[in-house]
């Protein structure tokens, strides 16, 4: 009898065992996402509590360093980047508004939609995928080569001694490169649509200026404001928590960028609905 | 100085320390021996906290090192000085910068005495000439070298070595068992020194404890160790070509 009964269990739990399985590998992933949160949220408030140590002479050296690697060296790909996303946009609304007869307004579409969204977001992938994907290298390698861990017996707080210039250096430079990306992205649609659209290029600044809100340039550099805090944070936090070698150093720089882009997309969307609706 | 009570660290289950406990006298140099896996970086790591065990304590001295954070952990942590297995040298910084960071961030010396002091540790370990070199342009000896020289420069109580002279080649390996040894001797440094090469450990340590599956297997002097009727100390030493009549037992006389 008792065999009967488990042998009923058994097949029983063989149908439950499928969904189980998957409800248990979820409930893992979830966890690991949260401790992952977790770490990155406290390494991000002990690299900020240490920015009052940002005068120190190697601190101020090493902040100088990222700002230059961030944005100095980012210029040549965020300024092809920035031109041809504006060429693109002045292009498309430009063709769709020529049906109607109005692609003198082209300046305020590509304008708004710059300032607001593409201009932050653009520059956010940028550096997400080329300093946070370098930070997180950086830092991996140094995990594994026991360096973070010298640091740590030398009483170095590896968030002050590293994190903290690379989160200064991002969010300071990301609404300066955003401002940049704008910029470039307004000049882009303003070179289409003087050779491809025939409007004036004065008639496309006039157009753009009109429209575009103060408001509207804000709220873009808050967001590259954030954007680069999550860049800074995923990228360190990933680098150091590096395990296995080469391997692990990979999988944090692949990680980052993913991590990044994916909290760029969210984070972007819910300041807009913030801000607009 | 060191001591080590009921220790067991798992990692995915695996006990790969299993409640150990032994003691590091001071002034000693205290070998720890083993096979690959056996448990003896993992061991050096718990003296500075590096891991932290399941079980059990690590002392220093008075001070529960493995229960410490914050302030109190810096403080302990600055009785050690630690010469990592790759060296751990910062790639961007050059070698005279590497020795300089723990003394520009723990003390308000002036740039000339920092200089000063600098100096005096890589000439001691003679790499003066390579000051202005990247970590990136010297070769493994050379880098441990440097890699010592931070860790001595802030004059630490302790140093451990986490397999000082693998992938040396053999001259090189001895120059650092020489200045193992010099840094007993000249400085009264009590160190520890994880090595696979017991050439190296019975010609400098003072105790030699070798771990196998997470549990010692022996801890005893050179001479003693050598005599070890355990099965496992006497595969490891034929492993090395070393019997009791091999001549190691000169080079011991003095630690007998």
């Known amino acids: 009898m008792m065999r009967v009964v488990t042998s009923e269990h058994q097949e029983k739990m063989s149908y439950l065992g499928l969904p189980l399985r998957s409800f248990r590998r979820l409930g893992r992933i979830v966890l690991i996402a949260c401790h992952g949160m977790g770490q990155a949220m406290i390494m991000l408030g002990s690299a900020t509590l240490y920015i009052r140590t940002i005068w120190r002479p190697r601190a101020r050296h090493e902040t100088m360093a990222q700002l230059y690697v961030t944005g100095i060296k980012s210029l040549g790909v965020i300024s092809v980047v920035a031109v041809f996303t504006g060429m693109i946009l002045a292009l498309?609304?430009?063709?769709?508004?020529?049906?109607?007869?109005?692609?003198?307004?082209i300046g305020s579409a590509v304008a708004v939609s710059v300032i607001r969204e593409m201009g932050p977001f653009m520059t956010g992938l940028i550096i997400a995928a080329s300093v946070g994907s370098a930070i997180a290298a950086q830092l991996g390698t140094m995990a594994v080569s026991e360096e973070i861990a010298a640091l740590e017996v030398m009483s170095i707080n590896p968030n002050r001694f590293l994190v903290m210039p690379r989160l200064v250096a991002l969010a300071l430079m990301m609404p300066i490169l955003t401002?940049?990306?704008?910029?470039?992205?307004?000049?882009?649609?303003?070179i289409v649509g003087a050779t491809q659209l025939g409007v004036s290029f004065q008639v496309y600044l006039d157009n753009a200026t009109r429209y575009a809100e103060n408001k509207d340039l804000f709220v873009g550099l808050f967001k590259s404001l954030?954007?680069?805090?999550?860049?800074?944070?995923?990228?360190?936090?990933?680098?150091?928590?590096?395990?296995?070698?080469?391997?692990?150093?990979?999988?944090?720089?692949?990680?980052?960028?993913?991590?990044?882009?994916?909290?760029?997309?969210?984070?972007?969307?819910?300041?807009?609905?913030?801000?607009?609706? | 100085m060191i001591k080590f009570e009921n220790v067991t660290k798992r990692f995915g289950g695996k006990a790969v320390l299993d409640g150990i406990s032994f003691e590091v006298p001071q002034g000693e140099t205290f070998v720890i021996v083993g096979l690959s896996g056996a448990g003896k970086s993992v061991t050096l790591k718990h003296m500075v906290q590096l891991l932290v065990p399941d079980e059990g304590v690590v002392r220093i001295g008075d001070d529960v090192i493995s229960a410490a954070s914050g302030?109190?952990?810096?403080?302990?942590?600055?009785?050690?000085?630690?010469?990592?297995?790759?060296?751990?040298?910062?790639?961007?910084?050059?070698?005279?910068?590497?020795?300089?960071?723990?003394?520009?961030?723990?003390?308000?010396?002036?740039?000339?005495?920092?200089?000063?002091?600098?100096?005096?540790?890589?000439?001691?370990?003679?790499?003066?000439?390579?000051?202005?070199?990247?970590?990136?342009?010297?070769?493994?000896?050379?880098?441990?070298?440097?890699?010592?020289?931070?860790?001595?420069?802030?004059?630490?109580?302790?140093?451990?070595?986490?397999?000082?002279?693998s992938g040396l080649d053999p001259v090189t390996s001895r120059l650092i068992d020489g200045l193992i040894e010099n840094l007993r001797n000249e400085l009264g440094i009590t160190s520890v020194?994880?090595?696979?090469?017991?050439?190296?450990?019975?010609?400098?340590?003072?105790?030699?404890?070798?771990?196998?599956?997470?549990?010692?297997?022996?801890?005893?002097?050179?001479?003693?160790?050598?005599?070890?009727?355990?099965?496992?100390?006497?595969?490891?030493?034929?492993?090395?070509?070393?019997?009791?009549?091999?001549?190691w037992e000169k080079g011991m006389e003095n630690h007998v």
């Open chain 1, 92 to 105: 498309q609304t430009g063709l769709e508004l020529r049906r109607y007869g109005q692609e003198e307004f």
């Open chain 1, 179 to 190: 401002v940049y990306t704008n910029m470039l992205g307004i000049v882009g649609g303003g």
């Open chain 1, 226 to 277: 954030v954007f680069g805090i999550i860049i800074a944070t995923v990228a360190c936090h990933q680098g150091l928590m590096t395990s296995e070698g080469a391997v692990g150093v990979g999988r944090a720089t692949r990680q980052t960028v993913i991590i990044s882009f994916l909290f760029i997309l969210i984070v972007g969307y819910i300041i807009t609905r913030l801000f607009y609706i």
């Open chain 2, 71 to 165: 302030l109190e952990l810096e403080r302990m942590r600055g009785r050690f000085g630690v010469l990592f297995q790759g060296a751990a040298l910062l790639q961007w910084l050059s070698v005279f910068e590497n020795v300089a960071l723990p003394l520009r961030e723990h003390t308000k010396m002036s740039e000339e005495e920092i200089e000063k002091t600098v100096l005096e540790k890589l000439n001691l370990l003679n790499m003066q000439d390579a000051a202005d070199k990247y970590p990136s342009d010297l070769s493994g000896g050379m880098q441990k070298r440097v890699g010592l020289a931070r860790a001595i420069v802030m004059n630490p109580e302790i140093i451990l070595y986490d397999e000082p002279t």
């Open chain 2, 193 to 247: 020194v994880v090595t696979h090469d017991l050439h190296s450990a019975l010609a400098i340590g003072s105790r030699i404890m070798m771990i196998d599956g997470g549990k010692i297997v022996e801890n005893a002097v050179p001479h003693k160790f050598i005599e070890s009727k355990n099965e496992t100390v006497q595969r490891f030493l034929e492993s090395q070509y070393i019997t009791r009549r091999g001549g």
